[in-house]
Nanobody, 119 residues
Framework: QVQLVESGGGLVQAGGSLRLSCAAS????????MGWYHQAPGKKRELVAA???????NYADSVNGRFTIYRDNAKSTLYLQMDSLKPEDTNVYYC?????????????WGQGTQVTVCS
């Protein structure tokens, strides 16, 4: 089982920056893809950004150009650099990792970290 521990959330003013981190218990090379979702109260969890094992990236339109996802394989840590933050970015952010285990695609989630952007 893959364990994911997130950190880096907090309160920031609009226009500011935060960097989220997600430390994985597994070596990155065993993971299929990783990424970040966010979820507002009463709403579905939505993809923010994802990165594959080959380092291809994908971003939601709402964050493209402002957020950057990247990984440090040596530290088995995933990052989300969040710049030019807006109040509408306020959400709980969840890290995920997908891995092939026993021929099945398994998805693991972190505990979530709160990001609050004030105007």
């Amino acid at each position: 089982q893959v364990q994911l521990v997130e950190s880096g959330g907090g309160l920031v003013q609009a226009g500011g920056s935060l960097r989220l981190s997600c430390a994985a218990s597994e070596n990155f090379f065993s993971l299929n893809s990783m990424g970040w979702y966010h979820q507002a109260p009463g709403k579905k969890r939505e993809l923010v950004a994802a990165i594959t094992g080959g380092s291809s990236t994908n971003y939601a339109d709402s964050v493209n150009g402002r957020f950057t996802i990247y990984r440090d394989n040596a530290k088995s840590t995933l990052y989300l650099q969040m710049d030019s933050l807006k109040p509408e970015d306020t959400n709980v952010y969840y890290c995920y990792a997908s891995v092939i285990q026993g021929g099945l695609l398994m998805i693991y989630w972190g505990q979530g970290t709160q990001v609050t952007v004030c105007s």
